[in-house]
């Protein structure tokens, strides 16, 4: 009989699990959620940065902490205007808050916000070395964020809201903080016709999968927030080798170890997506 697990107890792991994982790709150590420490900085963009979508344009001239436990680019489908307000969900090292306070320029501002405080600590070191001076980063949970009614235009996310435990009510607090007309735009996980036994699997979650919900149920949740105007934009269905690059983990992080039993089983049943959606007036 499975045991099902707390949402506390998810978040719990998730934390450790990603507290662990920069703090070893930022000390050279293998990543958790990569078979090798994803630097994303330099000339050479590894296979991991090429499947999440980044170019090399994007890429260049990033401090070398810079690190994505993604699975996507949301930045590169946001049609973010110059002065405008971007909140940035799970912001990790903040490779996409760098490349979104490009967009908005000085005039502009990027909100961070993540749970973990080894991520927030060296995402503010990254801000800093990379001359970001228009953002910041808050500590706090996408279920409750520290965040006012109406304060941002936009709101992207990384790979992060399919490990909420409460994924309605993150879409709750993301229509409470948008603007009137404010849009969404996140790349995520989810899943094709996954065994519900799958989905209860503690390692599972943290590896970024059987956190995921199907499609059509990310979608309606999406909805139910208040959002219209949902839509899919892209979508790639992970085969065993795009697990195993994108969520494959032969470090051996304790909890967070993504299996080849774990490969198999989610082989063809997981998609990253990207998923648009507004507030509307």
């Given at each position: 009989m499975v045991m099902k697990k707390s949402s506390d107890e998810i978040r719990d792991a998730v934390k450790k699990h990603y507290g662990e994982a920069i703090t070893k790709s930022s000390s050279g150590g293998g990543s958790c959620c990569s078979p090798q420490p994803i630097q994303l900085s330099g000339e050479a963009i590894n296979d991991y940065a090429r499947l999440a979508g980044y170019s090399a344009g994007e890429l260049k001239d990033l401090p070398p902490g810079v690190t994505t436990f993604g699975c996507g680019n949301p930045v590169n489908f946001m049609e973010v205007k110059e002065g405008e307000t971007v909140l940035d969900l799970g912001s990790g090292a903040g490779l996409d808050l760098i490349l979104?306070?490009?967009?908005?320029?000085?005039?502009?501002?990027?909100?961070?916000?993540?749970?973990?405080?080894?991520?927030?600590?060296?995402?503010?070191?990254?801000?800093?070395?990379?001359?970001?001076?228009?953002?910041?980063?808050?500590?706090?949970?996408?279920?409750?964020?520290?965040?006012?009614?109406?304060e941002v235009d936009w709101i992207i996310s990384n790979c992060v809201i399919n490990l909420s435990p409460e994924k309605d009510?993150?879409?709750?607090?993301?229509?409470?903080?948008l603007k009137p007309g404010g849009k969404m735009l996140v790349s995520d996980i989810v899943t094709v016709d996954l065994p519900e036994e799958y989905r209860d699997d503690i390692l599972a979650w943290v590896g970024c999968l059987?956190?995921?919900?199907?499609?059509?149920?990310?979608?309606?949740?999406?909805?139910?927030?208040?959002f219209k105007n949902v839509k899919i934009l892209d979508k790639m269905v992970y085969d065993d080798t795009t697990i195993a690059t994108l969520a494959g983990d032969a470090c051996g992080c304790g909890e967070g170890t993504v299996t080849e039993d774990m490969v198999r089983k989610f082989a063809n049943r997981v998609a990253s997506v990207k998923v648009y959606a507004e507030k509307h007036s």
């Amino acid at each position: 009989m499975v045991m099902k697990k707390s949402s506390d107890e998810i978040r719990d792991a998730v934390k450790k699990h990603y507290g662990e994982a920069i703090t070893k790709s930022s000390s050279g150590g293998g990543s958790c959620c990569s078979p090798q420490p994803i630097q994303l900085s330099g000339e050479a963009i590894n296979d991991y940065a090429r499947l999440a979508g980044y170019s090399a344009g994007e890429l260049k001239d990033l401090p070398p902490g810079v690190t994505t436990f993604g699975c996507g680019n949301p930045v590169n489908f946001m049609e973010v205007k110059e002065g405008e307000t971007v909140l940035d969900l799970g912001s990790g090292a903040g490779l996409d808050l760098i490349l979104a306070a490009r967009k908005v320029g000085p005039k502009g501002k990027v909100i961070g916000l993540d749970m973990t405080d080894e991520m927030i600590t060296v995402c503010r070191k990254n801000l800093e070395t990379a001359g970001i001076t228009n953002g910041e980063v808050r500590r706090g949970l996408m279920e409750k964020m520290p965040v006012a009614d109406g304060e941002v235009d936009w709101i992207i996310s990384n790979c992060v809201i399919n490990l909420s435990p409460e994924k309605d009510q993150v879409f709750a607090e993301a229509f409470r903080v948008l603007k009137p007309g404010g849009k969404m735009l996140v790349s995520d996980i989810v899943t094709v016709d996954l065994p519900e036994e799958y989905r209860d699997d503690i390692l599972a979650w943290v590896g970024c999968l059987a956190g995921a919900v199907e499609e059509v149920e990310y979608v309606r949740l999406i909805e139910e927030a208040g959002f219209k105007n949902v839509k899919i934009l892209d979508k790639m269905v992970y085969d065993d080798t795009t697990i195993a690059t994108l969520a494959g983990d032969a470090c051996g992080c304790g909890e967070g170890t993504v299996t080849e039993d774990m490969v198999r089983k989610f082989a063809n049943r997981v998609a990253s997506v990207k998923v648009y959606a507004e507030k509307h007036s």
